[in-house]
């Protein structure tokens, strides 16, 4: 059941082989038994059932049946979901509930999908370990396997500074796919925060053209880069949930105006007369020879299969970490400039004047991270500085943009690159690093998709020698989402990935934790 795809999970559906309610308690039990994973911070059962009995009336009814009806999926915790708790994984957020749902969930939910659950991230989604939220760090299944005890871990002990960190921001929903607690997540992608969890975990992450899925009701990071993005455990469904998802919103004024036809991708692919490019730029300082000879071994395959494989450039990609720095901290000192204590958020007992009202709300209700992209913003748009980094960033921003559309205009249709630098680190190796350092260094590879406003895929392709997953990136023209799903899914048919072994994830983390075990409780 577990390695069903979408489509699979409706034929069973309708062939009586399962039904809604039995899925929704399996997915549901299976969220219990790994919560030491932290990938939830609300578990929805008593709404879950709801959906999925609801659904099961459909279906016996004779009803219209599509391919996310009473399929359990979970929703990261910073999208508005009505009379559901969303917050951001934060203390100034901590208790609100949203009247109404963000227009991507409120399109799952009219299609019968069932929502088990609102999963974890870093606080209101700044970070790439999903480490920093005030509901505890989310832990890798991958941390727990046959695999990478086998290969790494046999003879380690598992203390808390030793599990493997789930990447981030979108980490909690990355470990809802990977643990086979769902069968498709929403996260959201400002720099990465799809991608870069979802090839820690092993999954299929999706970062659609900007303006393709609405962001009305996604509590906002950076305006004008964040998208939902998309996690499944294969390139298929990922198409499916698109197909649901995409289209013009008219609470959201920067999503498409053309109508959006949702599409399958066809089961035989011929790459013979594609053309990718491989960006020199992209053989960046840190990158593991693991990754490297991933990469190479990709491009190959392409090559052997009569792709033409070919070497590009976009010289302006060094220069994207500090350009998406300064703009990201200039959109998030705006946007969480509303939460103040007064109309928005958490309120701080110390009235004495408005000033320390101010001061003490924020400082309650942001962590370190958080207020230091708030501070840094601010000095960015100071007066005195707006031009000398501000306008000189959105400059550059463009130079990258212009780039892409320079290869993909010399005939290229796609660009093979690493996800990530290494595989996943334990949190003791993650956290040598401060929050703002390690996100620079970790959405390297992701950082300038969004600056360029490009979709792009990752899909993993093998374990490293540590029985952790590595994954390949795939980045595309604008608004040609279907073609790049398309070679994302060629790519995948040739990969033997394997599905992490749940039961075996079950068994050990119980043999660690027994009483008479040593290794402290997680």
């Avoid at 993993?460 to 070679?487: H, M, N, W, Y």
């Amino acid at each position: 059941m577990w390695g069903w795809t979408l489509r699979e999970i409706t034929r069973a559906f309708q062939e009586g082989r399962i039904s809604p309610t039995e899925l929704c308690q399996r997915c549901l039990s299976l969220i219990r038994k790994t919560a030491f994973l932290n990938a939830y911070i609300t578990v929805t059962e008593e709404l879950a059932m709801q959906q999925a009995t609801a659904a099961e009336q459909r279906l016996q009814r004779g009803k219209s049946f599509g391919p996310l009806d009473g399929v359990p999926i979970a929703v990261k915790d910073n999208f508005s979901t009505a009379g559901v708790e969303t917050t951001c994984a934060s203390n100034m957020l901590k208790g609100y509930i949203p009247p109404f749902n963000a227009t991507v969930v409120q399109r799952l939910l009219d299609q019968g999908a069932v929502l088990v659950g609102k999963t974890n991230l870093d606080e209101f989604a700044m970070g790439s370990g999903s480490i920093d939220g005030i509901f505890g760090p989310v832990r890798n299944p991958w941390g727990y396997s046959e695999q990478y005890r086998e290969r790494f871990a046999r003879d380690q002990k598992l203390e808390d500074s030793n599990w493997v960190i789930a990447g981030g921001s979108s980490g909690g929903s990355a470990v809802a796919v990977a643990s086979q607690t769902c069968f498709a997540s929403l996260g959201s992608d400002t720099g990465g925060s799809t991608r870069n969890p979802a090839a820690h975990c092993g999954i299929v992450g999706f970062k659609s053209s900007y303006g393709l899925l609405s962001r009305h009701g996604l509590i906002p990071l950076v305006n004008s880069m964040d998208v939902p993005g998309i996690m499944t455990r294969c390139v298929d469904d990922i198409s499916t949930v698109l197909g649901t998802l995409a289209g013009h919103d008219p609470k959201d004024s920067t999503t498409i105006q053309d109508p959006f036809e949702p599409f399958e991708l066809p089961d035989e692919i011929d790459v013979r007369n594609l053309s990718v490019g491989i960006p020199k730029e992209y053989h960046a300082p840190g990158l593991s020879s693991e990754v490297l000879k991933t990469w190479i071994k990709a491009a190959d395959l392409f090559e052997n299969a009569g792709a033409r494989v070919v070497e590009v450039s976009l010289p302006h990609t060094q220069y994207s970490i500090v350009c998406y720095h300064v703009l990201c901290t200039t959109e998030v000192a705006s946007n969480m400039a509303r939460f103040d204590g007064l109309e928005y958020g958490h309120r701080s007992e110390i009235e004495s004047s408005t000033e320390a009202l101010y001061a003490a709300t924020r400082h309650e209700g942001f962590n370190d991270a958080v207020r230091g992209r708030i501070l840094a913003g601010n000095y960015f748009l100071l007066k005195q500085n707006y031009d000398h980094f501000f306008v000189k960033a959105q400059k550059v921003r463009r130079l990258i943009a212009n780039d892409f559309l320079k290869v993909f205009g010399s005939g290229i249709d796609v660009l093979l690159t690493p996800t990530t630098l290494s595989d996943a680190f334990t949190y003791h190796e993650f956290i040598k690093e401060d929050n703002r350092t390690r996100s620079a260094q970790e959405d390297i590879f992701t950082q300038s998709v969004n600056l360029a406003g490009l979709p792009a895929v990752t899909v993993p392709t093998a374990l490293s020698e540590r029985g952790l997953p590595l994954s390949i990136q795939f980045i595309g023209r604008a608004f040609c989402d279907k073609q790049l799903l398309t070679v994302a899914k060629w790519f995948e048919q040739q990969m033997n990935f394997p599905h992490i072994n749940i039961q075996g994830l079950l068994n050990h983390y119980n043999e660690l934790h027994k009483p008479h075990n040593s290794v402290g409780a997680i």
